[in-house]
């Protein structure tokens, strides 16, 4: 049957789900007893059971997936929680090499450039205003030396991989890509036209605002990100690193904006709320390339 806390000191001992172990709940399965928080309640005849229950069978008649674990954003959980992550950075490692097989001319193809001559490459005008905008995406897999691409995918392995569990993998995937394309729109808009940029930050800026925005929602010591983020920041604006603070800048604010729809959308309406937060940073991202395209040509 269910149970609560009969007094103040129970209070401040309740069980913690047996999925989700970071949720304190006072809410237990009338089959196996065990503590289940309100995610993973199912209605039963009396009282609440558990999906594990309810697979076995408990004769609710609830659809299949109601018994799915879902992560805190109401993702599916997944055998492995960081395959996604792992997928990115087998990406960018293989398009490095890629480009230390076949030169800067496979790189000067790629990059996010706005509109300048390039050598090498004809004698027409390249970049994104002269309608190549795949180099908004591309960029975001291109890196300029070891250095550059192994801090990124470092990051992205720390920063990604917990954020990938946090989320689910779709919800993850569309973060990073919402925060990389929102970081190379305010490139765009933003830098030089003849200033070529790449790299995965502004993505990995994204997370770092997405797990920034989860951590206050489970109210997480956050002084380690804020350090980590304010070093990375300073590094961005320095004058002796040659990086483009419009990326990483885009890339924050793109993913703090998703993370929170992400972590705080009501669950009645969850993915709807989710999935329309990033069309409209998109949107946002398209009106500024658009714009800036306008003011090139």
């Known amino acids: 049957m269910d ?33 289940i928080c309100p995610e993973c309640m199912v209605s039963a ?15 609710t008649g609830h659809a299949p997936s109601a018994s799915q674990p879902r992560t805190l954003a109401g993702g599916t959980v997944s055998a492995d929680p960081r395959l996604v992550t792992k997928i990115l ?18 790189t000067d193809r790629l990059d996010l450039i706005g ?31 070891v250095t550059h691409i192994l801090f990124n995918m470092l990051s992205l392995w720390w920063i990604g991989g917990p954020l990938e569990a946090a989320l689910g993998r779709a919800r993850y995937l569309t973060l990073y890509f919402v925060s990389g394309l929102a970081g190379s729109a305010l490139t765009y808009l933003l830098a030089a036209p003849n200033q070529p940029s790449l790299g995965a930050s502004g993505a990995i800026f994204g997370l770092f605002g997405a797990t920034a925005v989860l951590m206050r929602h489970l109210k ?70 658009v714009a800036r395209t306008a003011q090139l040509t």
């Open 220 to 289: 997480y010591d956050m002084r380690p990100l804020v350090i980590l983020l304010v070093i990375n920041l300073i590094f961005t604006f320095s004058p002796y690193f040659n990086i483009s603070w419009q990326a990483h800048v885009g890339g924050l604010v793109g993913g703090v904006v998703v993370g929170y729809a992400m972590v705080h959308a009501p669950r009645k309406r969850r993915s709807l709320i989710q999935f329309g937060v990033c069309a409209l940073v998109l949107a946002a991202g398209l009106i500024m390339i």
């Open 89 to 106: 950075i087998g990406a960018n490692l293989l398009l490095y090499l890629v480009q230390k097989a076949l030169g800067d001319r496979f």
């Open 115 to 145: 509109r300048a001559w390039v050598p090498g490459l004809g004698t027409s005008l390249q970049g994104v205003a002269e309608g190549q905008w795949y180099r908004l995406v591309t960029s975001m897999f291109l890196h300029s030396g």
């Open 45 to 59: 005849s009396v009282g609440f059971q558990c999906p594990d229950c309810v697979r076995n069978g408990s004769g």
């Open 3 to 35: 149970q609560v806390p009969s007094s103040p000191q129970e209070a401040q001992s309740l069980p913690t789900c047996y999925r989700h172990p970071d949720r304190e709940t006072g809410i237990r399965c009338t089959r196996c007893e065990r503590p």
